[in-house]
């Protein structure tokens, strides 16, 4: 595996989207040089002329990095970081609006970008105490309303890149390998978990 980040080195420039969070907003720094969204973008910055949501994209810093032969949308709830990427990346269209209500017609995008958001839906759902399937495991009813809507707003032979932070690591409310397979399962028939 790492030896497939150093092969995409050259698609992206680590220390120039370093500079761009700080610039914009050093409280969204993702804090590592290492981070999962660094691979992401190796990924996704190759696509071309396709419809792309960024969910919770906040500042627009995967957003911008996207070439702009896409039609780029960044949904947040954040009107203050919205203001700052429409202020900064001009070809990326914002959207005031949240992970569980999609404000979007169904099937509108080739591809839906959902970078360490659902972590953020399970913490909601702790923080209201509303997991309450305890029966053989943990539902998250705020995890699953959010794939649920990326599901209805990906086109039929659309594609999701989804990345979360794996709480075997962190040891917090991040979700862990189980809760995160077994929420995508329950959507998708097809994915793969790296």
């Known amino acids: 595996f790492n030896g497939g980040i ?26 590592d040089e290492f981070d999962v969204r660094f691979y992401l973008l190796s990924k996704i910055k190759l696509i071309k002329n396709k419809s792309i949501l960024d969910i919770g994209g906040g500042i627009g810093i995967i957003s911008s990095e996207i070439n702009p032969n896409n039609l780029i949308v960044n949904l947040d709830v954040s009107f203050n970081d919205l203001k700052l990427c429409k202020n900064n990346f001009a070809n990326v269209n914002v959207v005031c609006g949240s992970m569980t209500n999609l404000p979007f017609k169904e099937k509108s995008f080739n591809i839906v970008v959902c970078a360490h958001l659902l972590e953020v839906a399970k913490l909601l759902d702790l923080n209201s105490k ?11 009813p705020t995890v699953q309303k959010t794939l649920s809507e990326i599901t209805k707003s990906t086109s039929k032979k659309g594609k999701i890149f989804l990345t979360t932070p794996n709480n075997a690591r962190y040891q917090t409310s991040k979700l862990n390998y189980h809760e995160l397979k077994n929420a995508i399962k329950e959507y998708f028939s097809k994915y793969e978990i790296f």
Not at 130 to 140: A, G, H, I, R, W
């Open 6 to 31: 150093k092969m995409k080195e050259n698609l992206i420039d680590r220390k120039k989207i370093i500079l761009k969070i700080k610039q914009l907003n050093s409280k969204n720094w993702w804090g």
């Open 130 to 140: 509303s997991q309450l399937n305890q029966n053989e495991e943990t539902k998250f």
